[in-house]
């Protein structure tokens, strides 16, 4: 009894305490509920733009932000409407898992993260009659339900980070997220800095020892092995 009293005493503040994320997380523009701080951007783009734009705070693998539960769309439904519009429509992280098999399968469809990998997205709050015939989704306040839409649609966005996802910044995440301008586009996933120049063209031979953006590191071509790869790769090219 005596221990279990010293247990909870001790305890119960560190449950307390402010992280690092919730405490920066702060503005009009975003909202810091369950473990997860989200942050809307009132800039209108297409849907790969705004998967890679999620940078607000580096060592936190930001991504698009996931509706998981009704806490969640009450929170962002909040932020939306004090922040924006009701009536805009906002990305998700939602896509559809398998381009071959239905749109219309609730299954088909997950919470992406940045680096490809995704959780079931079945708990989805589709307006009724969806989905339907796009891969990507938005939410909209006003109807308070989710839509599909088409990658290059351009709409608002809120990212999410995550406490789950934290890891220690590196060098090489810090000159990633740098290195972004508005002609050069740039993506950092489990350890890797991808580089997109997408005004820049040039033979194979030339790309190969072009990769070298970054001093103090050895680029190279991209090597696209997983399914994960390939979706990265996808947002870049699109
Ligand atoms: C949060 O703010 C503190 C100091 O205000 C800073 O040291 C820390 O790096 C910030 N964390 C993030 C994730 O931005
Ligand atoms: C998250 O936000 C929702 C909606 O405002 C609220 O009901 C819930 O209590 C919040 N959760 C936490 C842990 O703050
Ligand atoms: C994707 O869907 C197609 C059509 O339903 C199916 O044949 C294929 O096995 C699915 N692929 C995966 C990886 O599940
Ligand atoms: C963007 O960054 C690249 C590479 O560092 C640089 O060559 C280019 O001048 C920059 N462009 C703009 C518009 O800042
Ligand atoms: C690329 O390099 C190979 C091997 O050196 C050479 O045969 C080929 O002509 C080069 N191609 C171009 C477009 O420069």
Same mark, same amino acid.
């Given at each position: 009894m005596l221990l279990s009293l010293v247990i909870l005493l001790f305890t119960f503040p560190t449950a307390n305490a402010v992280t690092d994320l919730q405490a920066n997380c702060?503005?009009?523009?975003r909202r810091y509920n369950g473990t997860s701080c989200y942050v809307m951007v009132k800039t209108a783009i297409r849907h790969s733009a705004a998967k890679l734009s999620?940078?607000? !705070?580096?060592? !936190?693998?930001?991504?698009l932000y996931h509706i998981r539960n009704a806490a969640v769309q009450a929170v962002t439904k909040q932020l939306i409407s004090t922040y924006s519009l009701a009536t805009d429509y906002i990305w998700t992280g939602s896509e559809t898992?398998?381009?071959?098999?239905?749109?219309?399968?609730?299954?088909n469809w997950a919470h992406y993260y940045r680096d490809g990998t995704f959780v079931s997205g079945t708990n989805l709050p589709w307006?009724?009659? !969806?989905?339907?015939?796009?891969n990507r989704a938005f939410y909209r306040s006003t109807d308070d339900r989710i839509f599909p839409q088409a990658e290059a649609s351009t709409s608002f966005y809120i990212c999410e980070y995550e406490e789950a996802l934290k890891q220690p910044v590196t060098d090489l995440e810090q000159k990633c997220v740098n290195l972004k301008n508005s002609s050069v586009l740039t993506s950092f996933v489990n350890d890797a800095c991808y580089v997109l120049q997408p005004a820049v063209t040039k033979n194979y031979n030339d790309s190969k020892v072009?990769?070298?953006?970054?001093?103090g590191y050895n680029g190279h071509l991209a090597h696209i092995r997983t399914m994960e790869e390939l979706w990265i790769a996808e947002a870049f090219r699109f």
């Open positions: 702060t503005g009009t523009d999620c940078n607000h !705070y580096l060592g !936190y693998s930001g991504h898992i398998n381009s071959s098999a239905a749109l219309t399968d609730k299954n307006a009724t009659g !969806y989905p339907s015939t796009n072009s990769c070298n953006a970054l001093s």
